[in-house]
Structures are given as structure tokens and as C-alpha cells.
């Protein structure tokens, strides 16, 4: 090759002639097939429909010098009827930019949950719509993306940290219990609030992890994504169990709990539709891929729905004086969360060079949980209408404050592991 880039010379089963040059049809280059193998194989996460590319693919250096070849030269090289990059088609530009806002519509996210807090408080009738029998089936739709996006290559990296991942579970479903045990307490004793409003403190504390905590946990330390979806993942296929145990034992001298009945139902709203996501990414690729542009619109839309509605139907009694107790006492029940979870990390893990990126996926994975599993658990198990109260006000605050833990930590981050 000389100074300005042209070939003088290469192997005749690459190129054919000039027209063959860069012709997808034609181009034989040795390498190509690990370029798309290695592009296909992007790592995906489920940051509701997120798909994330998490490591560089490499090249042999025989193919690396090819494909630079092939840049230098194309300018002198390509023949006449070629659409350069000066002329690409506006047909072409126009889907790659409405694909890239299909699949970057998570990264508004944050503000749609605002939005849809603001929105239903001031104009309750624009969610009100949205009842009780759509929130099953809506929490069905987001475990459904999370399983399109998932696969077991996202979880062996992760699987090397069976530490962290033990003190995440930990955190789900011993540390969180034990908080939502003490404040529905403190909410019938200092508050006085009635019984069904404490047991429903006591079953949002009982879900497993939120799926907000892994996307939340991408945007702040996206290498601990991997290790926050298997906490996530392993907390959300055990809750078919441990939830209705952990209801029976914190709620069920109060009010009696359908052990039974949660188990059949979050068999249908969480494994099923896990287990059918990851299905089909698994034999069906070229569906997934088909449905995984409009994955994260459709889901940001269905998160703001399944924020939004709960506090609208319940603005009423958000509003009365004892609406007010339980937004205080779900609030330090979230806040003591993340504290929990941050402080007992660096405890633990104080001897690790990236304790706090470790800290502050813990915090998310102890401060965030399914408040959309309680709530559709309390609508559907506990005939008082109290009961889904604390699971629809801590579905709002629990993204609010997650979010807000986001805005603080990502733009420090780098200094601060």
C-alpha cells in the first residue's frame, strides 16, 4: 500500500474487479464472517429493552488491516453508480434515526416518571383509566422484555461474584422484610394507622428486586449491570416462594394471606412471561430482534402507566391525613433502604478496589423492589382497598428516589471508585 491508501495488490478470492469492490454481494474478505459474528453477539441486558453493547469485538490482524484498506481506498476506488457518504440516501438516514430513538427512549426514563407523578396528581382522570385489572397484565409485558433481552451469557460473568450476589439476595429478602416489619409497625404504634395500611408496608417490603434498579444501575456503573440483573433475576424467580412465606409470616396474624393464590399468580405475571422471553431469544432470534426496537417505547409508555395510574385512583386517600402518615412512613422505609443496603456493602466489601460501585448497586438492589408485584398482589388477595395503598404510593417514590440516587452518583462515579 503507498503513501495516499490505493491497493496494488491482494488475494484474488477478496476482490474481483472494481465492481466488486465494497459490494456486499460480491466482497469475500477473510475475517468478514467474525466481524458479524462478533457484532451479532453484542451482550444484552433487559433494562427494558435495553440493548447494550458491553464489549469490544477483535479482529486478527489480517482483517483489522483489510478493513482499513478497504476506508482509505474507497474514495479513489469506488465505481460510479456507488451512493458515497456524502450521498447517503435520506430514506436510509431517516430509519436509522427512528430506530435509535426507538431504542434510546429509556434514557427518558427518569423524566416520564416526573412527568407521570405530576400529571396524576394534578389531573387524575388522565390514568384513572388504567385499573386494577390491567396492572397484571401490564407487570407481565415488562417481565416479557426483560426475557427477550436476557440471555445466559449475560450471567456468567456475574455468576464469579457469588458474594455480591449472595449479599444482594440478603438484602431482598431479609434486610428489606425486616425494615418493612419495623415501619408497618412504627405506622400502628406512633401513626395509629389501621392494620390493612401497615400490611401493605409489610407486603411491598416482601417482592423481590425492581427492574428500575438495573437500568438505574447501568446509568451510574454500567460494569455492574451484568452482576445487578442476576441479583434482580434471582430475587424475581425465587419470589414465586419466599413472598407468600414472608406475607405469611409478617402479615398473616393481621390479615389472612393466600399463600397458594400468590404463588399461581406470580407464576403468570413474572416466570411465565420471563420464561417465554427467553424462549424465544433463545430459538425465535429474528422475532426478538424484529420486537426489541419498539421494546423500550413500549415499555417506558408502560412504566408511566403502571407509576401514574396507582396514585391517581388513590390521590383521595393520599391526600386525607392518614394518606399523609403512610407517604412518611414509606419514604424512610425506602430512604433506611438505600441507606442499608449502601452502608452494610462497605462494611462487607470494604477490602474490594470497586466497593463503592459495589455499594451503590446494592443500595438500588435493597432500595428498589416490584411495588408493582405488591400492588397487584394486594388488589388481587386482600379484599380491603387499604391494603394497596403503601404499594402504589412506593411505586412512585421508590423511582423518584432511585433516580434521584442516579442524578447524584453518575456524575461523580469515576471519581469515586
Known amino acids: 500500500m503507498i503513501a495516499n491508501g490505493k491497493l496494488l495488490h491482494h488475494h484474488h478470492h477478496c476482490f474481483h474487479g472494481r465492481q466488486s469492490f465494497l459490494r456486499p454481494d460480491y466482497l469475500r474478505v477473510k475475517g468478514c464472517t467474525e466481524v458479524a459474528a462478533a457484532s451479532s453477539a453484542q451482550k444484552r441486558s433487559h433494562f427494558s429493552g435495553l440493548r447494550l453493547s458491553c464489549s469490544p469485538f477483535h479482529l486478527g490482524s489480517g482483517a483489522f488491516s483489510r478493513l482499513l484498506c478497504i476506508g482509505k481506498c474507497a474514495p479513489d476506488n469506488l465505481p460510479p453508480d456507488y451512493p458515497s457518504h456524502g450521498t447517503e440516501s435520506p430514506k436510509i438516514k431517516e430509519e436509522v434515526s427512528l430506530t435509535t430513538i426507538l431504542k434510546g427512549a429509556n434514557s427518558f426514563l427518569p423524566q416520564v416518571v416526573i412527568a407521570s407523578t405530576v400529571l396524576a396528581l394534578i389531573y387524575p382522570p388522565s390514568f384513572t383509566w388504567f385499573t386494577n385489572r390491567y396492572y397484571a397484565p401490564a407487570l407481565g409485558f415488562l417481565m416479557f422484555a426483560v426475557g427477550v433481552n436476557s440471555s445466559e451469557k449475560d450471567f456468567l460473568e456475574a455468576f464469579n461474584r457469588p458474594s455480591a450476589i449472595f449479599a444482594g439476595y440478603v438484602g431482598q429478602f431479609v434486610v428489606k422484610p ?210 394497596s395503598i403503601a404499594p402504589a404510593i412506593s411505586t412512585v417514590i421508590m423511582s423518584l428516589m432511585g433516580f434521584s440516587l442516579v442524578m447524584l452518583w453518575a456524575p461523580t462515579k469515576k471519581s469515586a471508585v
Open 178 to 387: 425486616l425494615l418493612g416489619y419495623i415501619f408497618g409497625t412504627i405506622s400502628m404504634t406512633i401513626f395509629g394507622l389501621p392494620t390493612p395500611l401497615a400490611a401493605g408496608i409489610m407486603l411491598t417490603s416482601c417482592v423481590s428486586g425492581a427492574q428500575l434498579s438495573n437500568y438505574a444501575t447501568f446509568l451510574t456503573d454500567p460494569q455492574m449491570a451484568p452482576l445487578s440483573i442476576v441479583m434482580t433475576s434471582l430475587s424475581t424467580a425465587t419470589a414465586v416462594f419466599v413472598t407468600p412465606l414472608l406475607s405469611l409470616l409478617l402479615i398473616g396474624k393481621r390479615l389472612p394471606v393466600d399463600v397458594k393464590g400468590m404463588v399461581s399468580n406470580i407464576l403468570q405475571i413474572v416466570v411465565t412471561p420471563i420464561a417465554t422471553g427467553l424462549f424465544l431469544n433463545r430459538f425465535f432470534p429474528k422475532i426478538c430482534d424484529a420486537i426489541r426496537v419498539i421494546l423500550p417505547l413500549l415499555s417506558v409508555f408502560v412504566t408511566a402507566l403502571c407509576v401514574g395510574a396507582p396514585l391517581a385512583i388513590n390521590v383521595g386517600s393520599l391526600m386525607s391525613a392518614s394518606g399523609i402518615s403512610v407517604l412518611v412512613v414509606v419514604i424512610a422505609f425506602h430512604l433506611s433502604a438505600f441507606i442499608a443496603g449502601f452502608s452494610l456493602t462497605g462494611l462487607v466489601f470494604r477490602d474490594l478496589p470497586d466497593v463503592k460501585a459495589l455499594q451503590r448497586t446494592l443500595s438500588y438492589e435493597t432500595g428498589m423492589q416490584s411495588s408493582l408485584l405488591a400492588l397487584a398482589l394486594a388488589n388481587r388477595f386482600f379484599q380491603d382497598p387499604l391494603v
